[in-house]
């Protein structure tokens, strides 16, 4: 069993994460959005706690905070072995790998761990959750950032893959674009 919204959002309040500026908010502001937009997506309660903690243990390109990795099984209690799994998997994905699998948009679903070099090979059901989670955190803070041309061709093949309310959703934020 997973923990209540206010045992996650305490949790995340107890590492500092609303002191953390991240694209003009605070970085505990994005981590619920990225949940709640999911939530409005649809998707399972594993991938939303996914988004909300898609990048506790930093990514690539954000360094802003970063939980050690000795502390997974704690995450893991948290918000379940999936959830913090994708979590995890966003956090240590080498973005050039996923990627590639996201443009092919045909299995099989290989990306690199940039963090122990490993290749991992993803169900469909992974790939298309880490697709949802990948997708809605860059659409909920791009308008912000405005970084339009990062990676655009791979969001857009994420978003046109998942279709339905996530090409709706990238449809819409990037509208924003051209205005």
């Not at 000795?70 to 379940?80: I, T, Y």
């Not at 949802?132 to 990062?150: A, N, S, T, Y």
Request: proline content about 3%.
């Amino acid at each position: 069993m997973t923990a209540t919204y206010k045992e996650l959002t305490d949790f995340l309040v107890q590492l500092g994460l609303e002191k953390i500026e991240h694209t003009e908010k605070t970085y505990l502001g994005h981590l619920i959005a990225v949940y709640r937009d999911l939530q409005k997506w649809g998707c399972d309660e594993d991938v939303c706690l996914g988004g909300m903690f898609h990048s506790i243990y930093g990514t690539k390109k954000f360094q802003g905070f970063t939980l050690p990795l000795a502390r997974r099984s704690e995450v893991r209690a948290l918000v379940g072995e999936r959830a913090e799994r994708l979590g995890y998997l966003n956090c240590a994905m080498f973005r050039p790998t996923f990627d590639a699998a996201a443009i092919r948009g045909t299995p099989p679903y290989r990306i690199t761990d940039r963090i122990t070099s490993e290749e991992i090979e993803l169900s469909r059901e992974d790939f298309d959750d880490l697709c949802r989670i990948h997708l809605c955190d860059w659409l909920e803070q791009v308008p912000r950032c405005r970084e339009w041309g990062h990676r655009h061709e791979a969001y857009r093949a994420m978003a046109e893959h998942l279709g339905g309310v996530a090409l709706e959703a990238y449809n819409r934020v990037f509208a924003a674009e051209a205005a």
